[in-house]
């Protein structure tokens, strides 16, 4: 595959959905309270940086799929879908219309939520994003850093359900990334033979896992198994991995 020059590629879009006005300020000032947003013909553009690479990203921010350009869906490389307080089963409804759109192109899928204190909702929102590849990200949540931590995890991941957004979006793979050395990063999904993983990429499948593991008390045994084979696959193609090869990882 030819390289493509810098101006040749356009910014990956990240595409966050919610349901009011008040959802679209929110959402606004709790991913980019920091940043420097520039507005442009859509939306605005996010100056996305981490130690690794720099790349900017067009946020569109929509209450309904007719509101965002067909051209535009298929640039989405990162989906928000912002619940609010989930307290209302027409939610749920509304969620499940959201993801009756194709998402396949998002390689980040975060479904956001203020609390998920109704067990009943939140068992069934931990279903539906599994089924769907998402991660559930819960603001009410005291991310705790665990002194007694053995596996070497502690002081990796994020500490606030804030930062974890950010750390999640910083670490899609956007096309049009730049490394902060200066050159562009590779855009074929394997990497060559003998050159190591992107850091970055272990970097965001570490923190699923940590979010996995957190997640992971409240699912049932079939859940648990069937989230943890997406985890086994993503470290897998992670790694240059034919999928072909882990295809009956689920025939049991």
Known sequence: MASLAKEDVVPGVCLIMNQSEEDSDFVRELLFQDELLKPNAD???WENRNKYYSCQVEVLIA????????NKLKEVCATLIYLGELNDASQMSSLEKILAQDLDNSDTKLVVAQNLK???LKSELNQLVIEHGMEIIDLSEEFKEDDDD???TSGIFAKTPQKRIIEALQTCPWPNMNSRNGTPKRLENAPNAGQEPEMED????FAQFAT???QSTNM???ERKKHA???VLSFWNALGGDPEELAGLDSD
């Open 43 to 45: 939306g605005c553009l």
């Open 63 to 70: 209450k309904d799929w007719s509101e965002i350009k067909p």
């Open 118 to 120: 109704q067990e009943a």
């Open 150 to 152: 053995n596996d070497g």
């Open 202 to 205: 272990f970097e965001k499948l």
């Open 212 to 214: 996995f593991k957190e």
């Open 220 to 222: 049932s045994e079939s």
């Open 229 to 231: 084979e997406n985890v």
